[in-house]
Each structure stands twice: as structure tokens, then as C-alpha cells.
């Protein structure tokens, strides 16, 4: 689906269609996490990760985890095929 990019005050935005939002279960004022996929030049636009904190995860454990993701991204993707 495409999108227009349009300024509003003094940000540039995209509209979100409200299929989009439904599915997600998001309305307006929510927080999401937007990320890049640089290589295939992507804006990925999700759910925020959960306070992993709540859940008894252990913050350093959680970044290390982070960190080999965003540097393993292609060969795990490539994986998941």
C-alpha cells in the first residue's frame, strides 16, 4: 500500500491506514518502535519491545541479544527463509 509523506507543523509524517492500526491494536498517542533495514532500505515500523524488565529478563542479557541481532540480521533472515 502506498503512503504519502506530508508535513505537519514542524514534523514530516506517514499516515498509518486504519487496517494497519486495527490489526496492531494501536490508536493515536501510542508509542511504536521504527527501525532501518539499511540494505534493503527499509523503515520498519512495530509493536515497542516489552519492558523486559517486567517480564524477569536481565537488561544486559536483553542488549547482548540486541547487538547480535543487528549484527547477524542478514544471515538469521536468510535463516528464516
Excluded at 8 to 15: A, K, L, M, P, R
Excluded at 16 to 23: F, I, T, Y
Excluded at 27 to 52: F, N, Q, T, Y
Aim: charged share 30%; net charge negative.
Amino acid at each position: 500500500m502506498l503512503r504519502k509523506i506530508f508535513k505537519t507543523g514542524n514534523s514530516v509524517v506517514v499516515s498509518l491506514p486504519k487496517e494497519a492500526l486495527d490489526w496492531l491494536g494501536l490508536s493515536e498517542g501510542e508509542e511504536v518502535a521504527v527501525d532501518l533495514d539499511r540494505e534493503k532500505r527499509l523503515i520498519i515500523i512495530s509493536l515497542p519491545p516489552e519492558d523486559l524488565a517486567a517480564v524477569g529478563v536481565d537488561e544486559a542479557f536483553a542488549r547482548q541479544v540486541a547487538e547480535f541481532i543487528e549484527e547477524y540480521r542478514p544471515a538469521l533472515e536468510a535463516l528464516a527463509r
